[in-house]
T-cell receptor, first 110, second 114 residues
Framework: DAKTTQPPSMDCAEGRAANLPCNHS???????VYWYRQIHSQGPQYIIH???NNETNEMASLIITEDRKSSTLILPHATLRDTAVYYC???????????FGKGITLSVRP | KAGVTQTPRYLIKTRGQQVTLSCSPI?????VSWYQQTPGQGLQFLFE???????NKGNFPGRFSGRQFSNSRSEMNVSTLELGDSALYLC?????????????FGPGTRLTVL
């Protein structure tokens, strides 16, 4: 799996959009970008994934650059409950092993 | 649909003992993976079972083992516990699917080794 790099932390105001960046400059053509988050002391939760096109679901949007070397997870209207560690993972999905890095800690302030 | 369940939620053991943790996947999910989470090493993949066979294994010593039953429920066992085995052990289940890798995690079992 390609290595991903995320800043250690960021914060945003409640109700504003949270844009979480991820670099994956060595990603290969068949590797997807997955995002999970882990709220304190709970199991990680799947958010979204994509290959090349931008993706949107009820939780978030995923923007992948054209060269696929980086991506941004967007939480359109952050709430206090979105405070969590967010993990960006690049994987082919050929097996079930997920390689988690340190993730980015998002703090949503009132 | 019920989520992934793990039992017990909390466990305290002493060094040298062994422990068995249980995981029940979401109904219909055939793949079960186990992860260890510690403050120092983060989330690390232990192994994955599919159709009662270990399909993938992480870099952990042989003291860590697992199995999967015909109903997809899984157990993991840690023998000769060490202080460093204190961790949150997470189980995740998923459907089979090419290029689709959403895993559903349970709440974890918090193991403390004294």
């Amino acid at each position: 799996d390609a290595k991903t790099t995320q800043p250690p932390s960021m914060d945003c105001a409640e109700g504003r959009a949270a844009n979480l960046p991820c670099n994956h400059s060595t990603i290969s053509g068949n590797e997807y970008v997955y995002w999970y988050r882990q709220i304190h002391s709970q199991g990680p939760q799947y958010i979204i994934h994509g290959l090349k096109n931008n993706e949107t679901n009820e939780m978030a949007s995923l923007i992948i650059t054209e060269d696929r070397k980086s991506s941004t997870l967007i939480l359109p209207h952050a709430t206090l409950r979105d405070t969590a560690v967010y993990y960006c993972i690049a994987t082919t999905g050929a097996n079930s092993k997920l390689t988690f890095g340190k993730g980015i800690t998002l703090s949503v302030r009132p | 649909k019920a989520g992934v369940t793990q039992t017990p939620r909390y466990l305290i053991k002493t060094r040298g003992q062994q422990v068995t943790l249980s995981c029940s996947p979401i109904s219909g999910h055939r793949s079960v993976s186990w992860y260890q989470q510690t403050p120092g090493q983060g989330l690390q993949f232990l192994f994955e079972y599919f159709s009662e066979t270990q399909r993938n294994k992480g870099n952990f010593p042989g003291r860590f083992s697992g199995r999967q039953f015909s109903n997809s429920r899984s157990e993991m066992n840690v023998s000769t516990l060490e202080l460093g085995d204190s961790a949150l052990y997470l189980c995740a289940s998923s459907l089979e699917g090419t290029g689709y890798h959403e895993q559903f995690f349970g709440p974890g079992t918090r193991l403390t080794v004294l």
